[in-house]
């Protein structure tokens, strides 16, 4: 009898940093289990797939980066259906749905996803199932679980009435009801708010595990098939740790409590191992690595550092000056952004290959090759893992060890746990009837692996799952803080130290990843500049950088439009930079004529934290700088009862307030420009309601109208943003 060829869709995403990529996989994944094939392409594998010509149903799976921007992969998809040349029944045999990937802290919102879609609709597509819209701020599972949940239903019917209508081939044919089982999707809870995970590796929300504590290392009660379903209740009593039970009386992030510790769990489908690891012994003299990026990489000299803040009650700010003058190819404006390549910490390094067994392995090379007998769908090497590195290489400067484990990585970690009551924790934690304890006593503390390791001591994952699972190790930005044609052959930035408290499952605080290692890194006394004069000087550090691609967070390039910014704390930095340029360009052109230049600027205390105090009274005093407006929000207040904007204004939109007029009459009738730099959780959100209301009194409009011309000063490049959560 001949064998049917199963019914197919298409899986196209567009991914910046892998979670994208990741779901558009599991997806994939889960297709083979449902009796479907997925063909799964990225969208700049344009020769892999032909929109032009496809019959099957299509799901986008697609991310936001920078303002609003599409992410690498998929730049040339989208300005390929930008075309003014197609016509608008261009797609008009397309059948699509389309999940999207955002951030409410940032602007733009999923902007690359409504990006595609409009366009889509514009050039006839139909959508076959809602969009989804996952907020990274909260949780992208808030969205992800039910959308996933739902999407099955709705491509099993999208075939069956592509195959009703007259599309017969192999792409369309009608799926028997008993190879589609069918999954509620509840669409109201799209547009909820819970906390949940930031990403679902491989997730299948119907699959339910065993709710039974298992004996060994491989249970046989968790299967990654959708259709298992087992409910039996768990022990009260949990183990914490090998050999030490304990009743609980508190939920934590090692044990639950009722109805949590009774419930069946639905849980993600395990993801299949991929990859293998050997190791290859090498003689001790090793040669030296360096981190590698897409980007161009510079090594340069700190010449420079200065502690800008004072005293413990505020944030240490530091300003750090490089030597950019061997590079002449390293150009930068300024409002340009960089990037800072750091490593892991080594204690934590050490502290994770002692916990994975390997210390005896860390100078060896690590050679890493696909596994024959994978079941993933498009398996191959992540590309940011390099080959025939140290193993201590790799921990160091690949892998970010430190990143918030995935829901599908502690479903692996369920694997490789022999201990009964950890194995449940871990299945609690990972479930969608856990994803409360998920976030609090994961996600918010922001754990790391070695963190989570450390509450399940039986739990001894191999290397390659940490290869697999784990994300590559992100190099973090920073704002240009300088003008080169106030310090030529320099490049100087700011940042505050981030301190992590400590919390239930880290038992000490500890500082950012890179903030802390550049605080260690130029700490000593802080004595910088070293005297060239002193040959027995220790040679200056020396960090990686590489610039990032901008082209909208600069001056107008008209020199006589007004501009405002907006740059609490260390967010002034790349206005110190634009000041530089502007004083620097009065004096080479002192007849030209030149805008009026604003700023908005907001501290903890006068004396403590006033970052640049000098300098920016300094342009000030010298006409470069038109308006200067401070608030610090920490200080006594001659009348508490008074409102802040009316007595002294304690953050940064509330000076806005102050001078609503003229703020308005800059940006509404002198086409100026307004930058904002800073947080953008609390800071810039005030800040752009505080613009909303401004444009509503002072134009008489109601509040969608006042949104529309603030989104039109965006549309128009006039209102820009550098804003980090």
């Given amino acids: 009898m001949p064998c049917e060829a199963k019914p197919r869709f298409v899986v196209l995403y567009g991914s910046q940093k892998g979670q994208a990529q990741s779901i558009a996989e599991g997806v994939a994944e889960e297709a083979e289990e449902r009796g479907l094939v997925a063909d799964l392409c990225c969208l700049d594998q344009s020769e892999k797939y032909n929109l032009e010509k496809e019959r099957a149903p299509v799901v986008f799976v697609v991310s936001t980066t920078g303002d609003g921007e599409p992410p690498d992969n998929a730049l040339r998809f989208v300005k390929s259906i930008k075309k003014r040349t197609l016509s608008p029944d261009h797609y008009k045999h397309l059948l699509y749905a389309l999940l999207a990937l955002g951030d409410t802290n940032y602007a733009n919102f999923c ?198 803040s004072k005293g413990d009650s505020v944030k240490t700010a530091l300003l750090l000056e490089l030597d950019i003058s061997g590079c002449p190819s390293l150009s930068y404006q300024p409002g340009d952004a960089f990037d800072v390549f750091c490593p892991n910490r080594a204690e934590e390094v050490d502290q994770l290959l002692h916990r994975l067994g390997l210390q005896d392995q860390r100078n060896h090379r690590v050679q890493i090759t696909l596994r024959e007998d994978t079941k993933k769908k498009g398996a191959q090497v992540p590309p940011h893992i390099p080959q025939n590195v140290p193993l201590l290489f790799l921990l160091t400067w690949c892998l970010e060890i430190r990143s918030v484990p995935k829901k599908a990585f502690l479903r692996a970690l369920v694997e490789h746990t022999s201990d009964s009551g950890q194995r449940r924790r871990l299945q609690e934690l990972c479930s969608k009837q856990g994803a409360s304890d998920y976030n609090l006593y994961v996600r918010e503390p922001s754990l790391g692996v070695s963190e989570l390791l450390a509450a399940f001591p039986s739990c001894s994952p191999p290397l390659s799952l940490l290869v697999e699972l784990l994300p590559k190790l992100q190099a973090r930005p920073y704002s240009a803080a300088s003008s080169r044609l106030r310090h030529p052959e320099k490049l100087r930035f700011v940042f505050s130290v981030v301190d992590f408290p400590a919390c239930s499952g880290r038992p000490a605080g500890r500082r950012g990843l890179c903030t802390g290692w550049l605080f260690d890194l130029v700490n000593p006394g802080l004595a910088f500049p070293v005297k060239a004069e002193s040959p027995s000087s220790p040679a200056p550090p020396k960090i990686h950088v590489g610039l990032r691609p901008n082209c909208s967070f600069r001056l107008p390039s008209d020199p006589s439009v007004p501009f405002i910014m907006i740059g609490p704390g260390t967010g002034v930095a790349p206005f110190v930079g634009f000041l530089q340029q502007r004083e620097e360009e009065r004096k080479e052109k002192p007849e030209a004529e030149f805008g009026e230049t604003w700023l908005f600027f907001g501290c903890r205390y006068r004396d403590r934290d006033y970052l640049f105090r000098e300098e920016l009274e300094h342009f000030v005093s010298s006409g470069t700088l038109n308006h200067l407006k401070v608030c610090f929000s920490r200080e006594d207040r001659k009348d508490e009862q008074e409102p802040p904007s009316a007595a002294q204004p304690r953050y940064v939109q509330h000076n806005l307030l102050l001078c609503r007029q003229q703020v308005s009459d800059i940006l509404l009738r002198q086409n100026g420009y307004i930058y904002v730099c800073g947080d953008a959780k609390n800071m810039a959100k005030e800040v752009n309601e505080t613009l909303v209301e401004m444009i509503k009194t002072e134009l008489q409009v109601d509040q969608l109208e006042a949104m529309k011309t603030l989104a039109g000063l965006r549309d128009e490049k006039r209102y820009l943003q550098d804003i980090w959560a």
Wanted: aromatic share 6%.
């Fill in 111 to 308: 902007n690359c996803g409504k990006t595609i879609e409009r366009r889509l609709q514009q050039l006839g597509a139909k959508q076959f199932y809602p969009t989804g819209y996952a907020d990274d701020g909260v949780g992208l599972e808030l969205v992800i679980d039910p959308w996933l949940e739902g999407l099955w239903n709705a491509i099993k019917d999208a075939l069956s009435k592509m195959a009703s209508d007259g599309n017969r081939d192999d792409a369309a044919r009608e799926i028997p009801d008993s190879s589609l089982p069918d999954v509620q999707l509840n669409l109201l809870s799209i547009g909820d708010k819970q906390n949940y995970e930031p990403d679902s590796k491989y997730a299948s929300p119907s699959v339910v595990s065993d709710a039974r504590p298992a004996s060994s290392a491989v249970s046989a009660g968790l299967t990654s098939r959708p259709t298992f379903s087992v409910s039996t209740p768990t022990p009260k009593t949990r183990a914490c740790g090998e050999g030490a039970a304990h009743v609980s009386l508190a939920a934590s992030l090692r044990s639950s409590l009722p109805p949590l510790s009774e419930s069946s769990l639905n849980v993600p489908a395990l993801p299949p191992p991929y990859l293998d690891v050997t190791f290859q012994e090498t003689d001790a003299a090793e040669q030296a690595f360096e981190p590698s990026s897409k980007e161009t990489l510079y090594q340069v000299p700190v010449s420079k550092a200065v502690q800008l």
